[in-house]
């Protein structure tokens, strides 16, 4: 499991003081981005390589509000992997420990023809053994 730590700012969110519902997206996609660069991939040179990202679905289950101020941990793993696929599930905890967010983003890999692509092997074997570490 990865983690990631982040303190959630003004620009997070809404007029009432909570993350907006749609700024739980930037916090997800930070998370999966930390997962894959603490892993050794630059998502920028796998781009240059032919090798993009796109989310083929994103699930978010609101549990509990999040507060400006707080900082919040973001628990991230893969939970399915293929060569073209992965999915990746989270949690994000609040500064009183307590779960606010369970979310699932599908992820697949494809070319600058959108069409599916197989990730770097080695890259497949590096998301592969953080599965095992379970």
């Not at 699932?104 to 074997?125: A, G, Q, S, Y």
Request: proline content about 2%.
């Amino acid at each position: 499991m990865h983690i990631t730590k982040r303190q959630i700012y003004y620009y997070d969110t809404d007029a009432e003081g909570v993350v907006y519902y749609g700024n739980y997206m930037r916090l997800l996609e930070e998370a999966r981005t930390k997962f894959i660069e603490d892993l050794g991939f630059n998502l920028k040179k796998l781009s240059e390589d032919g090798y993009l990202f796109a989310i083929r679905k994103q699930e978010i289950d609101y549990k509990a509000p999040i507060w400006y101020g707080e900082k919040v941990e973001i628990r991230t793993r893969v939970e399915e992997l293929s060569p073209y696929r992965m999915k990746f599930y989270y949690e994000i905890y609040n500064s009183n420990n307590q779960r606010t967010t369970i979310a699932r983003t599908d992820m697949v890999c494809i070319n600058r023809k959108f069409h599916l692509n197989e990730m770097p092997n080695d890259m497949i074997e590096a998301v592969r053994k953080t599965m095992e570490s379970k």
